[in-house]
Nanobody, 124 residues
Framework: QVQLVESGGGLVQAGGSLRLSCAAT????????MGWFRQAPGKEREFVAA????????YYTDSVKGRFTISRDNARNTVYLQMNSLKPEDTAVYYC?????????????????WGQGTQVTVSS
């Protein structure tokens, strides 16, 4: 099994930036795809971004395209989410997740390990 620990959340003004990190231990990190999801109060968890095992393929939900960038450093067993031009509607708990496969996935059921989450709050 893989263990995931997120960091980097916080409070930021609209238009600002944050960089989330997710450190992985356990399973061979470099062989699995990784994803970021988020859950706002009163809403269901939603897909944000995913990256393939090599980092060669990425995918984003429409609402963050052009603003967020997912990347990974397999030597450091870490995946990142750079968030720019943040909006109040980006406010949520952000979760890092490890896929069951090497290829990027967008459904939460395709992921079998989750971090504890990190709070991102964007003020207007």
């Amino acid at each position: 099994q893989v263990q995931l620990v997120e960091s980097g959340g916080g409070l930021v003004q609209a238009g600002g930036s944050l960089r989330l990190s997710c450190a992985a231990t356990g399973r061979t990190f470099s062989r699995i795809a990784m994803g970021w999801f988020r859950q706002a109060p009163g809403k269901e968890r939603e897909f944000v971004a995913a990256i393939s095992w090599s980092g060669g393929s990425t995918y984003y939900t429409d609402s963050v395209k052009g603003r967020f960038t997912i990347s990974r450093d397999n030597a450091r067993n870490t995946v990142y989410l750079q968030m720019n031009s943040l909006k109040p509607e980006d406010t949520a708990v952000y979760y890092c997740a490890a896929s069951r496969t090497s290829y990027l996935n967008t459904y939460s059921t395709d992921y079998d390990a989750w971090g504890q989450g990190t709070q991102v709050t964007v003020s207007s």
